[in-house]
């Protein structure tokens, strides 16, 4: 990289360091540096050298077994002062009376881009709770009951670019015709809340409805996964309703959703 | 820079940008571009360049305000595969449950280098919950319930290091005195708890225990706060460590502590 100008080269540093943080997943919790540079596509020496100085800044941990594995001071970084964490902390202890209230699956999600993303997901006690493969992962927005949601509420510009992008189907029930989710947004609006039938699984519902935070603009969505049976959704509405009410006034907005 | 050998500018790069992450803390979650500079020492134009890199990255975030913030993406990457994350998830329930029970604040603590980094602090829902200045946040180990605990359970050395750096008292009650500290840590190991009272504030007291995860190495500490009267450290251990457990098991220690 002897003829890449300065900045050009700064740039690519923090994306490889980047790249390298994101080979680390739910199922890659640790890994072997060869195996970094491989899901980073970053040369071998080049990988070993930038994970060497992410360990010295304790972004990286390097384990006795000579895999290295994202470090705590990433957490601490990421949590000292992010509106992520204030977002999750706010709504976890509404989200336990809610999963306790209906018994499903309840989750907590935001617009990120093009995708949903789950900053919570919740189960009962047990092996599910402890399970992070469905904490930090993500959905296309336009095919779940969260998206649904949060695109309803999003500037015209973002779901004209989520709408015209390639929408791929999840299973044969999921809507990808622009036209009719251009419909079920404007109904989204109205109504309060999304409801879709088999779009993430084919045995599933998704129930959603958007939190709003200060200056009651919508900062995420609320939603509870429910079995395909008739007569579920109805009954589950009010108290998303009214934990995502409880969840914005923590938050600070001054008033709930009104219909 | 001109001078400088292509691998000390790639360090000084990522350790900038860390700083700059630094900068960002409860007190702080957002800053102009001027402010961020000044918090993390570096020159204003070198600034707007690492932040717009970093905007780019997702790791910071631009408002409306023009102030920039903690991105999403940090949250995401630290949560997507961490251990702390992990170990957060397993022990949030059982700390509810321990909260309810005992009605004093409860903590999850991990040792890092010398400090004691808090995951998790508790309270009744309502304003304490949301406050997240009381998560990420860090205590010399050497001063705190939680850090007695987790020094007990470190290697010799670890010890030894801690004890030989300059102690500083948080309170006139934080006993420094390298030997009597060692006497605390050796009677920690001996009781399996930890109790200070007035170190690190004059009225209250900690009692801390110790997380064993798999391998039965000592992970996390657990710890309650509770005022400085007679006979009110006694009835908090046991259920201490029965929530360390459940905890730990959780996190799939074979067994639990051993008396």
């Given at each position: 990289?002897?003829g890449?100008?300065d ?8 994306a490889?360091?980047v ?13 072997p540096?060869?195996?970094v540079?491989r ?10 050298r ?17 895999r290295v594995r ?11 002062s992010s509106?992520?964490?204030s ?6 202890p509404?989200m336990?009376?809610l999963h306790a209230a209906?018994r ?5 999600a935001?617009?990120e881009?093009d995708?949903v993303l789950?900053?919570e ?9 402890v399970?992070?493969t469905r904490?930090a992962?993500?959905l ?7 998206g ?10 973002v ?5 015209a992008?390639p929408?791929?189907?999840l299973?044969?029930y999921t809507?990808?015709?622009p036209?009719?989710?251009?419909r079920?947004?404007?109904?989204t ?5 999304a409801?879709?039938r088999?779009?993430?699984h084919?045995?599933a519902s998704?129930?959603a409805?958007p ?8 900062v995420?969505?609320l939603s ?5 049976e008739?007569?579920?959704?109805a009954?589950?509405v009010p108290a998303?309703?009214a934990?995502?009410?409880?969840i ?12």
């Open positions: 990289m002897g890449v100008d900045g050009t080269a700064r740039e690519n540093l923090l490889r360091a790249r390298i943080l994101e080979a680390f997943d739910a199922d890659h919790p640790s890994l540096v060869a195996a540079a899901r980073a596509d970053i040369p071998v020496p080049t990988t070993y930038l994970v060497a100085e992410l360990v010295d800044l304790g972004l990286l941990e390097r384990g006795s077994d000579r994202v470090g705590v001071r990433m957490w601490e970084l990421a949590s000292r509106e992520t964490v977002l999750r902390d706010a709504a976890i509404f336990d009376d209906v499903q699956h309840t989750q907590l935001v617009l881009g995708e789950y900053l997901r919740k189960s009962a006690r047990g092996a599910e709770v399970n992070i904490t992962s993500r296309p927005a336009f095919a779940c009951s969260s649904l949601v949060l695109l309803a509420a999003a500037p015209v510009d779901q004209e670019r989520v709408l992008s929408l791929e189907k299973t044969p809507v990808t015709d036209a009719e989710l251009r079920q947004l404007a109904e609006r109205y109504r309060g809340f409801a879709v088999g779009w993430v084919v045995q998704g129930v409805v939190i709003h935070g200060p200056g009651d603009q919508v995420a969505a509870v996964i429910i079995p395909n008739e007569g579920r959704v009954p589950v998303l309703m934990t995502a009410r409880g914005g006034r923590a938050l600070g907005a001054t008033a709930g959703p009104t219909a």
